[in-house]
């Protein structure tokens, strides 16, 4: 079976991995000219290292990442405000989690496609699906080529991606009301005092940040504002640092370690859950298909989670395409959708800029049980995979908010 590929990142690859593994020979088409991802990090949770694992990508994961076994939070005076205990989240849920920059999970994916001998061509932007003579999909490509695989995958992101359009008819991104600069900052002495993730919450304003080594830190500073203020500005450093400059530390230090060139501004959007994720031959996966908010800490983890479930959907398939569409979707559909909304829920409160709200938000946290929200986490992260134990999670008990203070 031929297999396409629209999409080069994280979903695109881990899909084309795990087909790999299973004996396919996808092909992966990225519309970018050179390897590059949006975003400066991500935390990698245990149901990702779980789907690393079976790709036999962990070790190299391992040596690039962090390990952090604590998440503290503070409101934007310093005061705690609880946390979660990370490595308590790790035994129970049987695997690590890492803290990576998105550039070195992209390229350990490119090293093992390499390795794997997939092919991966860039500067191949797709612009168009249209079904031939037979009902099968033609994707056509801005330089004027065409594929006509078997299979297409659309794993091409939650902006402007072509293969949702041809899907679902729309692919029009929502703004969710904030804005996040992200960076990377990076320093010839410790950053931090340890892996940590730490997490400040203001009102309608919020600092994350996330060690892979006590001189390597990547964090996101978001803040309320209408999509025509959601523009770069000739000094986003200084931007980022007049409006967190009263905030504890190590905000100020970490904005101040970054280049001035490498901050970037966001404008976040997500999408709307699709009723369905494929037509004709084409799949839709990653943030194609469901795009969560970073506050559902979840984007990455999904995406290597889609590559599990369609590699194990294609294997069992006893009929046609149709039968694994359809119980991939069956698999994924609830518990992406459900990510999806815990993230606007939590961005909701998050973001809020009533004192008041902000001031109950900040009770709640700090009187939530840890050990609840491990196993909440664990059971809302790790449902549909054989983890804990070997045990498949088939319900999820509880709100599932814990699984929202995160930052990606």
């Known amino acids: 079976m031929e297999i396409g590929i629209l999409g080069g990142g994280i979903a ?15 092909r992966v088409y990225e519309r970018r000219a050179v390897p590059a991802t949006m975003g400066a990090g991500v935390t990698l949770w245990p149901n990702a290292s779980f789907v690393l694992e079976e790709l036999g990508l962990l070790q190299d994961i391992a040596a690039i990442g962090g390990r952090p076994l604590t998440m503290r939070r503070q409101d934007a005076a310093g005061n705690a405000l609880g946390g979660l205990d990370i490595g308590l989240l790790d035994r129970t849920m049987g695997y690590p989690s890492y803290t990576v920059l998105r550039r070195h999970l992209q390229q350990v994916l490119l090293d093992h496609a390499a390795r794997a001998k997939i092919p991966v061509e860039f500067g191949r932007r797709a612009v168009a699906i249209e079904l031939d003579a037979h009902g099968r999909a033609v994707a056509h490509f801005e330089n004027g080529a065409s594929i006509r695989p078997d299979l297409l995958i659309g794993a091409d992101g939650r902006m402007g991606s072509v293969a949702r359009k041809f899907v679902a008819g729309d692919n029009t991104p929502i703004y969710q009301g904030f804005v996040n600069w992200i960076g990377v900052a990076q320093g010839q002495h410790p950053l931090v005092d340890d892996i940590s993730i730490q997490d400040f919450w203001g009102a309608g304003e919020r600092f994350g940040c996330v060690p892979i080594r006590p001189d ?40 101040r370690s970054t280049p001035a060139n490498a901050i970037q501004l966001i ?38 989670e889609d590559a599990w479930h369609l590699a194990r ?17 069956r698999i994924r559909a609830p518990k992406t959708a459900r990510l999806a909304e815990q993230g606007r829920v939590f961005a909701r409160g998050l973001f809020a800029t009533d004192p008041e709200i902000c001031r109950i938000r900040n009770e709640r946290a700090k009187a939530s049980d840890p050990v609840s929200d491990v196993q909440v986490l664990a059971a809302g ?15 999820v008990e509880g709100d599932g908010i814990g699984s929202l203070y995160r930052i990606e």
């Not at 999408?271 to 559902?296: K, M, Y």
């Not at 992260?381 to 319900?395: D, F, K, N, V």
Request: charged residues 15%.
């Open 12 to 26: 695109g690859l881990s899909v084309a991995l795990a087909l790999r593994k299973q004996g396919y020979n996808p």
């Open 216 to 255: 390597l830190v990547y964090w996101a500073a978001a803040q309320v504002r209408p999509l025509h203020e959601a523009t770069p500005t000739a000094d986003m450093r200084k931007e980022v640092e007049d409006l967190f400059a009263q905030w504890p530390e190590p905000v100020a230090h970490l904005i």
């Open 267 to 304: 404008a976040v959007h997500d999408l709307e859950p699709l009723h369905t994720w494929s037509r004709a031959n084409v799949l839709l996966v990653g943030d194609a298909a469901h795009a969560p908010l970073p506050t559902s800490g979840q984007g990455a983890c999904q995406a290597l």
């Open 313 to 329: 959907c294609l294997d069992g398939a006893s009929g046609g395409l149709d039968d694994v569409f359809q119980a991939f979707s």
């Open 381 to 395: 992260w790790g449902q549909g995979l054989p983890m804990l134990g070997g045990a498949e999670i088939t319900s």
